[in-house]
């Protein structure tokens, strides 16, 4: 009887408790760390089961709690960047019980969202946003006279990106901002060896803060000299703590600056945090934590726990996309020595590993820096270089400039590899490559091309590397599929990029063609095979190019039937500047598409943002039902 109440017992006794972060600072400093024990349990089983981020979450356990026991969310402002470390954060604040829907359709979001909890006060979806947004915030409560605090939690991988020094030149003095910096992988500052420790040590204490408080108080309240001999004492002691300790980014831009400490002991980081508080001033909390803390595999190998994927998910032997792409890269340049590879902090999601560890010379991970990665491969094309820019599609929207100013505006031969293009549905809106058609195709002396094989990917690499102009060649998440290789590529030799066709010589008497690109092929598949059973024929136009718009039309007019049909662009990109819109502009003067009805089936006017737990082509409305349901419409009222 015993042993079955043990087994009816909460697995999570402390942490059930938590059901807003006024729960949190009911729990004694005593079971701190078996709440944090708890925790990081939790997150293990959850995250290991639905996918997601798991390293970085595990590392901010103490912090996130030391926070939300020293300020008051949602009246105080709290700010996560990069996003992916607010796990704890939701726990905290009342989504507990919706961590068995994270990262589904309609479930709870892998970043923080405005729209998911009034705690959440601004999404960050991507990196080095969040002090920008928190200046906003802070500006605004003084502006208002509000005394909520704005406390902007900075990674340090975040910290490698422009805005965010951008936002601290920009920082005033007197405002209720508190900057953590979250140093988990990288050493940022000067702060180290004994001296270094010692000092931290001292300055994190509960005496330390008293003592220089009291003497604060006690000086000020002397009549005439008091001020100045604080402030002079305030000078001495600045001055040799930069003659031993070396000048402080932070103090020098007119902050307060307290740390570093560790950020994996929550007593500390409270006492630090409270300090910081009562200061009155933008103050820069500097914690150094270890990612993956609490679960071994994660801290010897934190990048393979960065993100996660479902257990659920299938294993393929084959290669994924970027896989792939970094290991023809690699032998590109084992044979052209002038083949560069960039990264902006994404050396493995790219593929790029085995490029760096070939060619250490020529690999370059300029941080989280997009646009700096798009100059910087300009430069490096004008004075001869092949670079090869690998970046996730979401990612390279934040270079527009770089791309049109820096790159096709000279005609420099930049090769950006795109990865992750179309719909990604885990991690939800931020992270859908759906825009990268659309902008690039407004780009002059820019290719775009879309293979869907490994084979493909290697063909448009090798085209790309040769090319006299910019080559943007975009690929999705995940593995080739071998039905589409059955469907596209029997007995075809892959030689030139260009468009592929289901139905070989075929293609008199079909009643419509499908032309799309990318993975949302598959569903094309499909739609084609609950047509025939209606007794309507259709053709697929497979696109491995896009961009020259005129040049693809060329290739496609020859295979295309002479009667009169439907000519359906499906795509899994944003409709407007799409390759729907931008190819059948083109077609549509062309004599052989007067007989043809021209529809456009793509995303519209919105984000992809899905409701439900269901596929995400059924949830944004591009699923092989409604591409049947728009040619079999036209095919009865034909």
């Known amino acids: 009887m015993a042993n079955e109440q043990e087994d009816l017992a909460p697995k999570y006794p402390l942490l059930e408790q938590i059901e807003s972060p006024d729960d949190l600072k009911k729990i004694s400093a005593e079971e701190l760390k078996a709440l944090a024990d708890e925790i990081r349990r939790f997150l293990i089983h959850r995250v290991t089961e639905n996918g997601g981020h798991l390293a970085s979450n595990l590392g901010i356990v103490e912090t996130t709690l030391a926070i939300h026991r020293v300020f008051s969310t949602p009246h105080d402002h709290l700010i996560f960047d990069v996003g992916h470390q607010c796990y704890v954060h939701k726990l905290m604040t009342g989504r507990r019980k919706d961590f068995e829907s994270l990262r589904r359709g309609g479930g709870l979001s892998g970043f923080p969202k405005r729209t998911e909890s009034a705690h959440d006060c601004f999404g960050t979806g991507h990196s080095s946003t969040s002090l920008s947004a928190a200046l906003g915030f802070a500006e605004a409560d003084k502006l208002s006279g509000s005394d909520a605090y704005t406390v902007c939690v900075l990674g340090d991988g975040a910290y490698t990106g422009g805005m965010i020094h951008e936002a601290l030149n920009n920082c005033r003095k007197k405002l209720r901002l508190i900057i953590i910096l979250n140093e988990n992988e990288m050493s940022i500052s000067k702060n180290i060896g004994r001296f270094a420790k010692s000092l931290s040590h001292l300055r994190s204490s509960k005496g330390y803060f008293r003592t220089k408080n009291a003497t604060a108080a006690i000086l000020n309240r002397i009549p005439l000299i008091g001020k100045p001999m604080f402030s002079l004492l305030l000078r001495f002691k600045m001055g040799l703590k930069a003659a031993l300790y070396g000048s402080n980014h932070f103090e020098n831009l007119g902050l307060y600056y307290l740390g570093p400490v560790d950020g994996n002991d929550e007593e500390a980081v409270e006492q630090l945090l409270r300090e910081a508080k009562k200061s009155g001033q933008s103050c820069v909390v500097h914690l150094k934590t270890k990612k993956g803390k609490g679960y071994p595999p994660a801290e010897a190998t934190p990048d393979r726990f960065h993100g996660m994927a479902p257990a659920s998910a299938p294993v393929s032997a084959t290669p994924n996309f970027s896989k792939a792409m970094g290991t023809y890269l690699t032998e590109l340049a084992s044979r ?18 085995p490029f760096r560890a070939a060619y250490p010379e020529r690999f370059f991970d300029v941080g989280i820096a997009e646009a700096h990665a798009v100059t910087f491969a300009a430069g490096l094309a004008a004075n001869g270089y092949h670079p090869v820019v690998a ?36 991690d939800g809106a931020t992270h859908h490559g759906i825009f990268d058609v659309a902008y690039l195709s407004q780009i002059p002396n820019l290719r775009i091309y879309t293979p869907i094989t490994n084979d493909a990917l290697k063909a448009a690499l090798s085209a790309a590397i040769k090319a006299p102009g910019p080559v943007a060649i975009r690929y999705p998440n995940g593995c080739e599929s071998d039905a589409v290789k059955d469907a596209f590529y029997q007995n075809v030799s892959i030689c030139d990029i260009g468009v592929r066709n289901d139905y070989r010589e075929e293609a008199e008497g079909l009643d419509a063609v499908i032309v799309t690109h990318g993975r949302i092929v598959a569903e094309a598949m499909k739609a084609k095979k609950i047509l025939a059973q209606k007794g309507v024929r259709v053709g697929i136009l497979l696109l491995e190019q896009l961009k020259p718009y005129e040049e693809t039309a060329n290739m496609i007019l020859p295979l295309l039937p002479e009667n009169s049909c439907q000519v359906l662009f499906l795509e899994e990109e944003i409709r407007a500047g799409g390759m729907g819109m931008m190819l059948s502009d083109v077609l549509k003067t062309k004599q052989k598409m007067q007989n043809k009805t021209v529809r456009i089936l793509a995303l519209e006017d919105h984000f992809a943002i899905q409701e439900r737990d269901e596929p995400i082509w059924e949830s944004v409305g591009l699923d092989a039902d409604a591409v049947a349901d728009i040619i079999f419409h036209d095919f009865v009222n034909k």
Do not use: W
């Open 336 to 353: 052209n020595e002038k083949v560069c590879a960039i990264t902006a902090a994404m050396a493995d999601g790219t593929g790029l590993l």
């Open 391 to 426: 970046v996730y599609s979401s990612f390279l929207q934040r270079a527009y400039d770089s791309i049109i100013h820096d790159v096709a505006l000279q005609s420099l031969p930049v090769v950006f590899c795109v990865d992750r293009a179309g719909l990604n549905a885990s």
